[in-house]
Protein backbone atom coordinates (compact mmCIF):
# COMPACT_ATOMS: atom_id res chain seq x y z
CA UNK A 1 0.00 0.00 0.00
CA UNK A 2 3.18 2.56 1.20
CA UNK A 3 4.85 1.68 -1.98
CA UNK A 4 1.76 2.19 -4.25
CA UNK A 5 0.79 5.81 -3.12
CA UNK A 6 4.97 6.19 -3.21
CA UNK A 7 4.52 5.23 -6.69
CA UNK A 8 1.96 7.66 -7.92
CA UNK A 9 3.64 10.56 -5.78
CA UNK A 10 6.77 9.79 -7.64
CA UNK A 11 5.04 9.40 -11.22
CA UNK A 12 3.18 12.28 -10.77
CA UNK A 13 5.95 14.56 -9.73
CA UNK A 14 8.07 13.34 -12.71
CA UNK A 15 5.48 14.23 -15.15
CA UNK A 16 4.81 17.36 -13.53
CA UNK A 17 8.28 18.44 -13.67
CA UNK A 18 8.30 17.09 -17.33
CA UNK A 19 5.47 19.76 -17.83
CA UNK A 20 7.06 22.39 -16.07
CA UNK A 21 9.42 22.84 -19.07
CA UNK A 22 6.69 21.82 -21.82
CA UNK A 23 3.88 24.11 -21.43
CA UNK A 24 3.83 27.35 -22.52
CA UNK A 25 1.28 29.27 -20.10
CA UNK A 26 3.31 30.60 -17.35
CA UNK A 27 0.36 30.33 -14.88
CA UNK A 28 0.57 26.47 -15.52
CA UNK A 29 4.12 26.02 -15.64
CA UNK A 30 4.44 27.34 -12.15
CA UNK A 31 1.33 25.02 -10.93
CA UNK A 32 2.52 22.19 -12.54
CA UNK A 33 6.24 22.93 -10.70
CA UNK A 34 3.95 23.02 -7.37
CA UNK A 35 1.88 19.83 -8.00
CA UNK A 36 5.46 18.54 -8.46
CA UNK A 37 6.50 19.59 -5.04
CA UNK A 38 3.54 18.89 -3.47
CA UNK A 39 4.36 15.52 -4.21
CA UNK A 40 7.74 15.50 -2.95
CA UNK A 41 5.96 16.90 0.50
CA UNK A 42 3.44 13.74 -0.07
CA UNK A 43 7.01 11.41 -0.33
CA UNK A 44 8.60 13.21 2.82
CA UNK A 45 5.32 12.34 5.00
CA UNK A 46 4.81 9.41 3.77
CA UNK A 47 8.71 8.47 4.72
CA UNK A 48 8.05 9.35 8.61
CA UNK A 49 8.69 13.19 8.23
CA UNK A 50 5.05 14.61 8.75
CA UNK A 51 6.55 18.15 9.84
CA UNK A 52 9.35 18.37 7.16
CA UNK A 53 6.25 17.12 4.18
CA UNK A 54 3.74 19.77 5.57
CA UNK A 55 6.03 22.61 5.91
CA UNK A 56 7.41 21.65 2.50
CA UNK A 57 3.79 22.01 0.95
CA UNK A 58 2.86 24.86 3.24
CA UNK A 59 6.11 26.76 1.89
CA UNK A 60 6.19 26.00 -1.64
CA UNK A 61 2.58 27.18 -2.33
CA UNK A 62 3.52 30.72 -0.92
CA UNK A 63 6.46 30.18 -2.62
CA UNK A 64 4.72 28.95 -6.13
CA UNK A 65 2.27 31.88 -6.14
CA UNK A 66 4.80 34.32 -5.60
CA UNK A 67 6.39 33.12 -8.37
CA UNK A 68 3.52 33.12 -10.70
CA UNK A 69 3.20 37.47 -10.13
CA UNK A 70 7.11 37.03 -11.16
CA UNK A 71 6.58 35.72 -13.96
CA UNK A 72 3.76 37.32 -15.33
CA UNK A 73 5.44 40.52 -14.30
CA UNK A 74 8.60 39.87 -16.41
CA UNK A 75 7.43 37.06 -19.02
CA UNK A 76 6.93 38.50 -22.47
CA UNK A 77 4.58 35.85 -23.03
CA UNK A 78 3.06 34.65 -19.85
CA UNK A 79 -0.51 33.16 -20.79
CA UNK A 80 0.95 31.29 -23.58
CA UNK A 81 -1.61 32.44 -26.10
CA UNK A 82 1.20 33.20 -29.08
CA UNK A 83 3.99 29.81 -29.03
CA UNK A 84 7.97 31.01 -28.77
CA UNK A 85 10.36 28.91 -27.74
CA UNK A 86 12.24 30.72 -24.82
CA UNK A 87 15.14 27.72 -24.92
CA UNK A 88 19.12 27.46 -25.68
CA UNK A 89 21.13 24.98 -26.68
CA UNK A 90 18.60 22.49 -25.94
CA UNK A 91 20.27 19.22 -26.91
CA UNK A 92 23.27 20.25 -25.01
CA UNK A 93 21.27 20.37 -22.11
CA UNK A 94 19.49 17.15 -22.94
CA UNK A 95 22.30 15.46 -23.14
CA UNK A 96 23.75 16.30 -19.57
CA UNK A 97 20.50 16.11 -17.89
CA UNK A 98 20.64 12.29 -19.30
CA UNK A 99 24.27 11.56 -18.56
CA UNK A 100 23.52 13.03 -14.67
CA UNK A 101 20.82 11.17 -14.28
CA UNK A 102 22.62 7.56 -15.48
CA UNK A 103 25.68 8.71 -13.86
CA UNK A 104 23.36 8.95 -10.73
CA UNK A 105 20.83 5.75 -11.71
CA UNK A 106 24.52 3.81 -11.90
CA UNK A 107 25.59 5.03 -9.01
CA UNK A 108 22.05 4.44 -7.13
CA UNK A 109 21.80 0.75 -8.14
CA UNK A 110 25.42 -0.04 -8.38
CA UNK A 111 26.13 1.11 -4.17
CA UNK A 112 26.42 -1.73 -2.21
CA UNK A 113 24.00 0.70 0.51
CA UNK A 114 24.51 -0.47 4.12
CA UNK A 115 21.38 -2.48 5.54
CA UNK A 116 18.72 -0.12 7.76
CA UNK A 117 20.49 0.08 10.87
CA UNK A 118 19.09 -1.96 14.13
CA UNK A 119 17.35 1.27 16.34
CA UNK A 120 13.72 2.25 15.36
CA UNK A 121 12.90 5.64 14.13
CA UNK A 122 11.68 8.14 17.18
CA UNK A 123 7.99 7.56 17.72
CA UNK A 124 7.61 11.50 17.67
CA UNK A 125 10.08 12.53 14.57
CA UNK A 126 9.06 16.27 14.66
CA UNK A 127 10.50 16.35 18.30
CA UNK A 128 14.13 15.03 17.04
CA UNK A 129 13.75 17.72 15.11
CA UNK A 130 13.49 20.35 16.78
CA UNK A 131 15.76 19.12 19.92
CA UNK A 132 18.36 18.48 17.46
CA UNK A 133 17.86 22.11 15.96
CA UNK A 134 18.22 23.64 19.40
CA UNK A 135 20.74 20.74 20.62
CA UNK A 136 23.88 19.22 19.42
CA UNK A 137 22.80 21.30 15.51
CA UNK A 138 22.42 24.30 16.93
CA UNK A 139 25.37 26.07 14.95
CA UNK A 140 23.19 24.79 11.87
CA UNK A 141 20.47 26.49 13.20
CA UNK A 142 22.48 29.62 14.11
CA UNK A 143 23.87 29.83 10.94
CA UNK A 144 20.69 29.18 8.56
CA UNK A 145 19.07 31.69 10.59
CA UNK A 146 21.97 34.55 9.44
CA UNK A 147 21.29 33.50 6.21
CA UNK A 148 17.90 34.32 6.57
CA UNK A 149 18.03 37.60 7.63
CA UNK A 150 21.05 38.73 5.15
CA UNK A 151 18.62 37.04 2.26
CA UNK A 152 15.92 39.52 3.54
CA UNK A 153 18.37 42.26 3.59
CA UNK A 154 20.26 41.69 0.68
CA UNK A 155 16.98 40.95 -1.46
CA UNK A 156 15.50 44.31 -0.39
CA UNK A 157 18.74 46.00 -1.01
CA UNK A 158 18.76 44.79 -4.57
CA UNK A 159 14.90 45.00 -5.76
CA UNK A 160 14.29 48.37 -4.25
CA UNK A 161 15.11 51.31 -6.35
CA UNK A 162 15.26 54.13 -3.91
CA UNK A 163 17.16 54.68 -0.94
CA UNK A 164 16.28 57.57 2.08
CA UNK A 165 17.03 61.17 -0.23
CA UNK A 166 13.79 59.94 -2.14
CA UNK A 167 11.78 59.34 0.62
CA UNK A 168 13.15 61.61 3.42
CA UNK A 169 14.13 64.40 0.85
CA UNK A 170 17.64 65.85 -0.45
CA UNK A 171 18.28 67.04 2.87
CA UNK A 172 16.27 64.23 4.92
CA UNK A 173 13.94 67.20 6.13
CA UNK A 174 10.49 65.20 5.72
CA UNK A 175 9.60 63.34 9.15
CA UNK A 176 7.06 60.99 7.28
CA UNK A 177 8.86 59.27 4.74
CA UNK A 178 6.98 59.86 1.00
CA UNK A 179 6.49 56.61 -0.70
CA UNK A 180 5.04 55.87 -4.45
CA UNK A 181 2.79 53.30 -2.99
CA UNK A 182 0.72 52.91 0.59
CA UNK A 183 1.10 49.85 2.87
CA UNK A 184 4.39 50.37 4.83
CA UNK A 185 5.32 53.50 7.40
CA UNK A 186 5.29 55.48 4.37
CA UNK A 187 3.29 58.79 4.07
CA UNK A 188 1.43 57.99 0.39
CA UNK A 189 -2.14 56.65 0.48
CA UNK A 190 -3.00 59.18 3.44
CA UNK B 1 -6.86 10.54 25.42
CA UNK B 2 -5.29 11.87 22.47
CA UNK B 3 -3.57 8.72 21.41
CA UNK B 4 -6.82 7.53 20.39
CA UNK B 5 -8.11 6.26 17.48
CA UNK B 6 -11.66 8.16 15.92
CA UNK B 7 -14.15 5.93 14.76
CA UNK B 8 -14.46 5.51 10.61
CA UNK B 9 -17.82 7.64 10.91
CA UNK B 10 -15.97 10.60 12.08
CA UNK B 11 -14.15 11.16 8.68
CA UNK B 12 -17.54 11.28 7.24
CA UNK B 13 -19.37 13.22 10.02
CA UNK B 14 -16.73 16.14 10.53
CA UNK B 15 -16.95 17.53 6.74
CA UNK B 16 -20.76 16.87 6.63
CA UNK B 17 -20.59 19.17 10.55
CA UNK B 18 -18.36 21.40 8.66
CA UNK B 19 -21.08 22.05 5.90
CA UNK B 20 -23.76 22.01 8.14
CA UNK B 21 -22.16 25.57 10.49
CA UNK B 22 -21.47 27.05 7.13
CA UNK B 23 -24.66 26.69 6.32
CA UNK B 24 -25.84 28.23 9.15
CA UNK B 25 -23.55 30.95 9.20
CA UNK B 26 -24.89 31.74 5.65
CA UNK B 27 -28.32 31.84 7.33
CA UNK B 28 -27.67 33.92 9.77
CA UNK B 29 -25.77 36.62 7.31
CA UNK B 30 -28.97 36.69 5.59
CA UNK B 31 -31.49 37.26 8.46
CA UNK B 32 -28.42 40.32 9.48
CA UNK B 33 -28.95 41.49 6.24
CA UNK B 34 -32.96 41.54 6.11
CA UNK B 35 -32.94 43.41 9.75
CA UNK B 36 -30.76 45.84 7.97
CA UNK B 37 -32.88 46.24 4.92
CA UNK B 38 -36.06 46.75 7.10
CA UNK B 39 -37.15 43.15 5.93
CA UNK B 40 -39.48 40.63 8.18
CA UNK B 41 -36.92 39.15 9.94
CA UNK B 42 -38.45 35.24 9.18
CA UNK B 43 -37.35 31.66 8.42
CA UNK B 44 -37.92 32.44 5.07
CA UNK B 45 -34.94 34.84 5.06
CA UNK B 46 -32.86 32.48 6.31
CA UNK B 47 -33.46 29.71 4.07
CA UNK B 48 -33.71 31.65 1.03
CA UNK B 49 -29.84 31.97 0.39
CA UNK B 50 -29.75 28.21 0.65
CA UNK B 51 -32.17 28.23 -2.13
CA UNK B 52 -29.07 29.09 -4.27
CA UNK B 53 -27.80 25.49 -4.14
CA UNK B 54 -30.04 24.08 -6.68
CA UNK B 55 -29.77 27.36 -8.60
CA UNK B 56 -26.87 27.08 -9.11
CA UNK B 57 -26.47 23.53 -9.78
CA UNK B 58 -29.08 23.92 -12.55
CA UNK B 59 -27.91 27.38 -13.65
CA UNK B 60 -26.15 27.34 -17.56
CA UNK B 61 -22.60 28.14 -16.73
CA UNK B 62 -21.20 31.58 -18.21
CA UNK B 63 -18.00 31.58 -20.36
CA UNK B 64 -15.70 34.36 -21.07
CA UNK B 65 -13.43 34.02 -24.35
CA UNK B 66 -9.97 32.08 -23.92
CA UNK B 67 -10.24 30.90 -20.43
CA UNK B 68 -8.05 28.62 -18.97
CA UNK B 69 -11.07 25.95 -17.97
CA UNK B 70 -8.49 23.34 -16.42
CA UNK B 71 -6.63 26.25 -14.15
CA UNK B 72 -10.07 27.56 -13.42
CA UNK B 73 -11.55 24.45 -12.25
CA UNK B 74 -8.47 23.95 -9.82
CA UNK B 75 -8.60 27.19 -8.25
CA UNK B 76 -12.38 27.10 -7.59
CA UNK B 77 -11.82 23.50 -5.96
CA UNK B 78 -9.27 23.86 -4.27
CA UNK B 79 -10.83 26.61 -2.06
CA UNK B 80 -13.67 24.18 -0.48
CA UNK B 81 -11.39 21.07 -0.58
CA UNK B 82 -9.14 22.53 1.42
CA UNK B 83 -11.36 23.76 3.72
CA UNK B 84 -12.46 20.55 4.48
CA UNK B 85 -9.48 18.80 4.58
CA UNK B 86 -8.03 21.37 7.36
CA UNK B 87 -10.84 20.46 9.62
CA UNK B 88 -10.10 16.66 9.60
CA UNK B 89 -7.07 17.35 12.29
CA UNK B 90 -9.75 18.58 15.01
CA UNK B 91 -11.22 16.70 17.79
CA UNK B 92 -14.52 17.24 18.26
CA UNK B 93 -14.86 17.40 22.33
CA UNK B 94 -12.51 15.34 23.90
CA UNK B 95 -12.39 12.61 21.26
CA UNK B 96 -9.71 12.19 18.99
CA UNK B 97 -9.42 13.92 15.45
CA UNK B 98 -10.53 12.05 12.40
CA UNK B 99 -6.77 12.51 10.84
CA UNK B 100 -4.54 12.50 14.29
CA UNK B 101 -1.79 14.14 12.64
CA UNK B 102 0.64 15.07 15.04
CA UNK B 103 1.41 18.02 13.03
CA UNK B 104 -1.90 19.24 13.28
CA UNK B 105 -1.84 22.73 13.51
CA UNK B 106 0.96 22.77 10.74
CA UNK B 107 -1.95 20.87 8.34
CA UNK B 108 -4.42 23.77 8.99
CA UNK B 109 -2.04 26.42 8.30
CA UNK B 110 -0.83 24.40 5.47
CA UNK B 111 -4.44 24.06 4.05
CA UNK B 112 -5.37 27.45 4.58
CA UNK B 113 -2.30 28.56 2.47
CA UNK B 114 -3.64 26.26 -0.37
CA UNK B 115 -6.71 29.10 -0.52
CA UNK B 116 -3.67 31.16 -1.88
CA UNK B 117 -3.66 29.09 -4.99
CA UNK B 118 -7.07 28.55 -5.13
CA UNK B 119 -8.16 31.90 -5.31
CA UNK B 120 -5.58 33.20 -7.14
CA UNK B 121 -6.18 30.96 -9.98
CA UNK B 122 -9.80 31.75 -9.53
CA UNK B 123 -8.88 35.22 -10.59
CA UNK B 124 -6.14 34.46 -13.42
CA UNK B 125 -7.66 31.74 -15.30
CA UNK B 126 -11.59 33.45 -16.14
CA UNK B 127 -8.98 36.04 -18.54
CA UNK B 128 -11.24 38.74 -17.00
CA UNK B 129 -9.71 41.57 -15.44
CA UNK B 130 -11.96 42.37 -12.39
CA UNK B 131 -11.44 38.82 -11.70
CA UNK B 132 -7.26 38.91 -12.11
CA UNK B 133 -7.42 42.34 -9.88
CA UNK B 134 -9.41 40.18 -7.12
CA UNK B 135 -7.19 37.62 -7.56
CA UNK B 136 -4.18 40.08 -7.26
CA UNK B 137 -6.06 41.27 -4.05
CA UNK B 138 -6.21 38.44 -2.60
CA UNK B 139 -2.69 37.64 -2.52
CA UNK B 140 -2.36 40.98 -1.09
CA UNK B 141 -4.34 40.46 2.22
CA UNK B 142 -2.48 37.50 2.27
CA UNK B 143 0.71 38.44 2.71
CA UNK B 144 -0.45 41.29 5.65
CA UNK B 145 -2.57 38.11 7.35
CA UNK B 146 -0.39 35.31 7.33
CA UNK B 147 2.71 36.05 9.47
CA UNK B 148 0.36 37.43 12.38
CA UNK B 149 -1.76 34.41 12.12
CA UNK B 150 1.54 32.13 11.84
CA UNK B 151 2.74 33.43 15.03
CA UNK B 152 -0.58 34.02 16.42
CA UNK B 153 -0.95 29.46 15.86
CA UNK B 154 2.27 28.70 17.13
CA UNK B 155 1.48 30.47 20.71
CA UNK B 156 -0.77 27.57 21.85
CA UNK B 157 1.50 24.98 20.19
CA UNK B 158 4.45 26.54 22.16
CA UNK B 159 2.69 26.50 25.69
CA UNK B 160 0.96 23.13 25.13
CA UNK B 161 4.83 21.75 24.28
CA UNK B 162 2.50 19.83 21.23
CA UNK B 163 1.14 20.59 16.94
CA UNK B 164 -1.31 17.83 17.72
CA UNK B 165 -4.58 19.67 18.52
CA UNK B 166 -5.86 16.96 20.91
CA UNK B 167 -2.56 18.17 22.99
CA UNK B 168 -3.37 21.49 22.38
CA UNK B 169 -6.88 20.85 24.46
CA UNK B 170 -5.51 18.77 27.07
CA UNK B 171 -3.37 21.33 28.20
CA UNK B 172 -6.18 24.33 28.28
CA UNK B 173 -7.01 21.70 31.34
CA UNK B 174 -8.30 24.71 34.13
CA UNK B 175 -7.59 27.57 32.30
CA UNK B 176 -8.24 28.22 28.37
CA UNK B 177 -5.21 29.77 26.65
CA UNK B 178 -7.84 32.56 25.44
CA UNK B 179 -7.30 34.20 29.14
CA UNK B 180 -3.49 34.83 29.31
CA UNK B 181 -2.62 35.06 25.46
CA UNK B 182 -5.49 37.53 24.11
CA UNK B 183 -3.29 39.63 21.36
CA UNK B 184 -2.60 35.60 19.35
CA UNK B 185 -6.77 35.15 20.12
CA UNK B 186 -7.22 38.50 18.34
CA UNK B 187 -4.94 38.42 15.75
CA UNK B 188 -6.46 34.72 14.93
CA UNK B 189 -9.75 35.86 14.74
CA UNK B 190 -9.06 38.90 12.51
CA UNK B 191 -7.20 36.25 9.88
CA UNK B 192 -10.00 34.24 9.54
CA UNK B 193 -11.91 36.72 7.71
CA UNK B 194 -9.10 37.56 5.83
CA UNK B 195 -8.45 33.94 4.77
CA UNK B 196 -12.18 33.58 4.10
CA UNK B 197 -12.28 36.61 2.25
CA UNK B 198 -15.36 37.77 4.15
CA UNK B 199 -16.55 40.71 5.95
CA UNK B 200 -14.03 43.95 6.23
CA UNK B 201 -11.24 41.83 4.20
CA UNK B 202 -13.61 40.83 1.46
CA UNK B 203 -11.61 43.09 -0.67
CA UNK B 204 -10.49 40.49 -3.08
CA UNK B 205 -14.45 39.97 -4.18
CA UNK B 206 -15.81 43.23 -3.25
CA UNK B 207 -18.56 45.42 -5.06
CA UNK B 208 -15.81 48.01 -6.33
CA UNK B 209 -14.44 45.39 -8.57
CA UNK B 210 -17.60 43.41 -10.01
CA UNK B 211 -17.43 40.96 -7.23
CA UNK B 212 -13.43 40.11 -8.38
CA UNK B 213 -12.95 36.43 -7.65
CA UNK B 214 -16.24 36.09 -7.90
CA UNK B 215 -17.11 37.96 -10.53
CA UNK B 216 -17.01 35.72 -13.79
CA UNK B 217 -17.56 32.30 -12.09
CA UNK B 218 -20.90 30.86 -12.50
CA UNK B 219 -22.94 27.56 -12.09
CA UNK B 220 -21.46 25.07 -10.04
CA UNK B 221 -18.15 26.38 -10.00
CA UNK B 222 -19.66 29.62 -8.39
CA UNK B 223 -21.66 26.82 -5.63
CA UNK B 224 -18.08 25.85 -4.88
CA UNK B 225 -16.26 28.62 -4.45
CA UNK B 226 -18.67 30.62 -2.61
CA UNK B 227 -19.27 27.10 -0.27
CA UNK B 228 -15.36 27.58 -0.12
CA UNK B 229 -15.85 30.79 1.29
CA UNK B 230 -18.43 29.86 3.81
CA UNK B 231 -16.90 26.49 4.62
CA UNK B 232 -13.46 28.26 5.48
CA UNK B 233 -15.10 30.60 7.61
CA UNK B 234 -16.99 27.67 9.81
CA UNK B 235 -13.35 26.16 10.10
CA UNK B 236 -11.80 28.97 11.12
CA UNK B 237 -14.63 29.66 13.73
CA UNK B 238 -14.09 25.21 14.26
CA UNK B 239 -10.01 25.85 14.78
CA UNK B 240 -10.30 28.86 17.23
CA UNK B 241 -12.59 26.16 20.11
CA UNK B 242 -9.17 23.56 20.59
CA UNK B 243 -6.58 26.17 19.87
CA UNK B 244 -7.90 29.54 22.83
CA UNK B 245 -10.84 27.64 23.97
CA UNK B 246 -10.44 24.75 25.98
CA UNK B 247 -12.17 22.91 23.18
CA UNK B 248 -14.80 20.48 25.01
CA UNK B 249 -14.22 21.78 28.13
CA UNK B 250 -17.59 22.76 30.03
CA UNK B 251 -20.07 21.88 32.45
CA UNK B 252 -22.85 19.45 32.65
CA UNK B 253 -23.08 18.99 28.62
CA UNK B 254 -20.57 16.47 26.85
CA UNK B 255 -17.32 17.41 25.22
CA UNK B 256 -18.69 17.43 21.36
CA UNK B 257 -22.18 19.85 22.25
CA UNK B 258 -19.45 22.36 23.89
CA UNK B 259 -17.24 22.25 21.23
CA UNK B 260 -20.36 23.17 18.92
CA UNK B 261 -21.98 25.48 21.32
CA UNK B 262 -18.43 27.42 21.45
CA UNK B 263 -17.69 26.99 17.45
CA UNK B 264 -21.32 28.63 16.96
CA UNK B 265 -20.88 31.63 19.05
CA UNK B 266 -17.08 32.21 17.75
CA UNK B 267 -19.31 31.71 14.06
CA UNK B 268 -21.99 33.95 15.06
CA UNK B 269 -19.01 36.95 16.46
CA UNK B 270 -17.87 36.41 13.15
CA UNK B 271 -20.48 37.16 11.07
CA UNK B 272 -22.12 39.23 13.21
CA UNK B 273 -18.51 41.82 12.79
CA UNK B 274 -18.90 40.70 9.10
CA UNK B 275 -21.57 42.64 8.52
CA UNK B 276 -21.16 45.92 10.84
CA UNK B 277 -17.26 46.74 9.83
CA UNK B 278 -16.68 48.19 6.31
CA UNK B 279 -13.94 46.73 3.47
CA UNK B 280 -10.51 47.58 4.24
CA UNK B 281 -7.85 48.10 1.38
CA UNK B 282 -5.29 45.64 1.30
CA UNK B 283 -2.69 48.24 1.69
CA UNK B 284 -3.99 49.51 4.95
CA UNK B 285 -4.27 46.19 6.22
CA UNK B 286 -0.84 45.51 5.42
CA UNK B 287 0.61 48.28 7.18
CA UNK B 288 -1.41 47.25 10.16
CA UNK B 289 -0.38 43.65 10.17
CA UNK B 290 2.99 44.16 9.23
CA UNK B 291 3.43 47.19 12.11
CA UNK B 292 1.30 46.25 14.86
CA UNK B 293 0.01 43.19 15.02
CA UNK B 294 3.61 41.40 13.98
CA UNK B 295 5.71 43.02 16.79
CA UNK B 296 2.62 42.34 19.00
CA UNK B 297 1.93 38.72 18.10
CA UNK B 298 5.68 37.86 18.48
CA UNK B 299 5.86 39.58 22.24
CA UNK B 300 2.90 37.20 22.82
CA UNK B 301 4.76 34.00 21.57
CA UNK B 302 7.28 34.57 23.74
CA UNK B 303 4.90 34.85 26.78
CA UNK B 304 3.92 30.92 26.21
CA UNK B 305 7.87 30.02 25.61
CA UNK B 306 9.07 31.62 28.86
CA UNK B 307 6.57 29.77 31.00
CA UNK B 308 7.49 26.65 29.20
CA UNK B 309 11.11 27.25 29.77
CA UNK B 310 10.53 28.21 33.53
CA UNK B 311 7.50 25.16 33.94
CA UNK C 1 9.50 0.81 -0.41
CA UNK C 2 13.46 0.61 -0.63
CA UNK C 3 16.22 3.08 -0.84
CA UNK C 4 16.40 2.55 -4.36
CA UNK C 5 12.80 2.93 -5.08
CA UNK C 6 13.13 6.26 -3.44
CA UNK C 7 16.41 7.40 -4.82
CA UNK C 8 15.92 6.80 -8.80
CA UNK C 9 12.67 9.12 -8.94
CA UNK C 10 14.78 12.15 -6.52
CA UNK C 11 17.64 11.61 -9.63
CA UNK C 12 14.83 11.72 -12.48
CA UNK C 13 13.70 15.22 -10.43
CA UNK C 14 17.12 16.48 -10.33
CA UNK C 15 17.88 15.76 -13.98
CA UNK C 16 14.74 17.22 -14.95
CA UNK C 17 15.67 20.55 -13.18
CA UNK C 18 18.98 20.87 -14.77
CA UNK C 19 17.56 20.04 -18.01
CA UNK C 20 15.66 22.94 -17.24
CA UNK C 21 17.80 25.23 -15.58
CA UNK C 22 20.47 24.48 -18.22
CA UNK C 23 17.93 25.11 -21.52
CA UNK C 24 15.94 27.94 -20.10
CA UNK C 25 16.61 31.57 -21.54
CA UNK C 26 14.07 33.07 -19.05
CA UNK C 27 15.57 33.76 -15.23
CA UNK C 28 12.45 32.93 -13.56
CA UNK C 29 12.61 29.66 -15.76
CA UNK C 30 15.91 28.56 -14.43
CA UNK C 31 14.99 28.90 -10.91
CA UNK C 32 12.08 26.81 -12.11
CA UNK C 33 14.40 24.28 -13.16
CA UNK C 34 17.08 24.67 -9.99
CA UNK C 35 13.61 24.20 -7.64
CA UNK C 36 12.58 21.30 -9.25
CA UNK C 37 16.74 20.60 -8.10
CA UNK C 38 16.34 21.39 -4.57
CA UNK C 39 13.17 18.91 -4.76
CA UNK C 40 14.52 15.93 -5.90
CA UNK C 41 17.71 16.50 -3.24
CA UNK C 42 14.81 16.65 -0.66
CA UNK C 43 13.39 13.27 -1.82
CA UNK C 44 17.10 11.83 -1.56
CA UNK C 45 17.53 13.63 1.84
CA UNK C 46 14.50 11.91 3.63
CA UNK C 47 14.92 8.59 1.70
CA UNK C 48 18.23 8.18 3.12
CA UNK C 49 17.50 9.12 6.66
CA UNK C 50 14.49 7.03 6.75
CA UNK C 51 16.37 3.76 5.05
CA UNK C 52 20.12 4.36 6.33
CA UNK C 53 20.09 6.63 9.73
CA UNK C 54 16.47 6.91 10.79
CA UNK C 55 17.52 7.39 14.96
CA UNK C 56 19.88 10.64 14.01
CA UNK C 57 18.35 13.88 13.57
CA UNK C 58 21.15 14.91 11.28
CA UNK C 59 19.46 13.79 8.10
CA UNK C 60 16.30 15.76 9.16
CA UNK C 61 18.86 19.06 9.41
CA UNK C 62 19.35 18.30 5.97
CA UNK C 63 15.86 18.69 4.33
CA UNK C 64 15.77 21.68 6.45
CA UNK C 65 18.92 22.90 5.24
CA UNK C 66 17.70 22.03 1.59
CA UNK C 67 14.24 24.01 2.27
CA UNK C 68 16.54 26.82 3.16
CA UNK C 69 17.85 26.80 0.36
CA UNK C 70 14.81 26.79 -1.85
CA UNK C 71 13.53 29.91 -0.15
CA UNK C 72 17.08 31.98 -0.35
CA UNK C 73 17.36 31.14 -4.00
CA UNK C 74 13.84 32.10 -4.50
CA UNK C 75 14.18 35.52 -2.99
CA UNK C 76 17.52 36.22 -4.21
CA UNK C 77 16.51 35.01 -7.76
CA UNK C 78 13.54 37.48 -7.65
CA UNK C 79 15.69 40.50 -6.49
CA UNK C 80 18.14 39.96 -9.02
CA UNK C 81 15.52 39.60 -11.64
CA UNK C 82 14.20 42.80 -10.53
CA UNK C 83 17.21 44.52 -10.54
CA UNK C 84 18.18 43.32 -13.86
CA UNK C 85 15.08 44.04 -15.45
CA UNK C 86 14.83 47.71 -13.86
CA UNK C 87 18.68 48.27 -15.65
CA UNK C 88 17.99 46.83 -18.73
CA UNK C 89 14.74 45.95 -19.55
CA UNK C 90 15.69 42.31 -19.90
CA UNK C 91 14.48 38.96 -18.34
CA UNK C 92 16.70 36.49 -20.32
CA UNK C 93 20.34 35.18 -18.84
CA UNK C 94 21.63 35.30 -22.06
CA UNK C 95 21.23 39.06 -22.76
CA UNK C 96 22.23 39.89 -19.13
CA UNK C 97 25.69 40.31 -19.55
CA UNK C 98 27.19 43.11 -17.41
CA UNK C 99 29.60 40.53 -15.61
CA UNK C 100 30.50 38.62 -18.93
CA UNK C 101 34.41 38.85 -19.09
Same mark, same amino acid.
Given at each position: ?190 | ?311 | ?8 ? $? !? #? ?7 ? @???? *??? +? ?15 ? $? !? #? ?7 ? @???? *??? +? ?38
Amino acid at each position: METLVFGCLAVTALTMGWLVFVLGSMARVTFALLAALVCVGGVTMLLGLPYLGVVLVLMTVMEMVIMAVFMIAYMMNPAGLMPMSMVHNRYGAMAIAAGVFLALAAGILLVPWPARPAGEPPADTTFQLGEALMGTQMLTMTVLGLVLLSTMVAAIVLATARGRYDRYGDRLERRVPRDPAAGGTGGAGR | MTEGTAPAWAVVATPVLLTLLAMAARSGDALLAAREAGRPVTAGAALRPLLDIPRLLAAQPRRTPVLDRLLWRTGVLVVPVSAVLSVLVLPLGHGAAPAGLSVGVVWFNAMEVMTWAGLWLAGWAPNAAFALVGGYRFLAQALAYELPLMFALIAPATAAGSLRVGDIVAAQHGLWFVVWMPVAFAAYLLAVPAFAFFGPLRYPAAPDIAGGVLGEVSGPDRLMLTAGRWLWLAAGAAMAVPLFLGGGAGPLLPGWAWSLVKTLAVLAALVWAGRSLPVIRADRYLELAWVVLLPLTIAQALVPAVVAMAG | MTLELVLLP $A !A #GLFSLGLYG @ALSQ *QSI +VMIMMGIELMIGGLITA $A !A #GFWHFLAPT @APAG *QVL +VVAAVVAMAVEMAMGFAVTTAVYRADRVDMADMAGELRG
